[in-house]
């Protein structure tokens, strides 16, 4: 079992940054890939990005790739999320999500492939 925390949530006008933290704990010494999705109000939850367990690998949604950058911090079991260059359409429920037994490239953008999940961070971007 792994236990995730997000925080780093907020307002923030457009062109402005965020730094989203996802906190793990429980059986953290496990192998995990760790991804961030978000949900905005009557939209399905879509993946941003991802890294595997040795922060070594990352993955990217296409539209957010420049944007937002993903890292992995093992030694605090800590994911971060930063996004810069933030636009209203970014306003959305930011979920951190983990699970150990993703090992194709295919599945990490995909939400049901994930046992665990944070509850969310609200982010607002106004224009």
């Known amino acids: 079992q792994v236990q995730l925390v997000e925080s780093g949530g907020g307002t923030v006008q457009a062109g402005g940054s965020l730094r989203l933290s996802c906190a793990a704990s429980g059986r953290t010494d496990s192998t995990y890939t760790i991804a961030w999705f978000r949900q905005a109000p009557g939209k399905e939850r879509d993946f941003v990005a991802a890294?595997?367990?040795?922060?070594?690998?990352?993955y990217y949604s296409d539209s957010l790739k420049g944007r937002f950058t993903i890292t992995r911090d093992n030694a605090k079991n800590t994911v971060y999320l930063q996004m810069n260059s933030l636009k209203p359409e970014d306003t959305a429920v930011y979920y951190c999500a983990a699970d150990s037994q993703i090992f194709r490239a295919a599945m990490i953008s995909r939400r049901y492939e994930y046992a665990y999940w944070g509850q969310g961070t609200q982010v607002a971007v106004s224009s």
């Open positions: 890294v595997d367990w040795s922060g070594g690998t990352k």
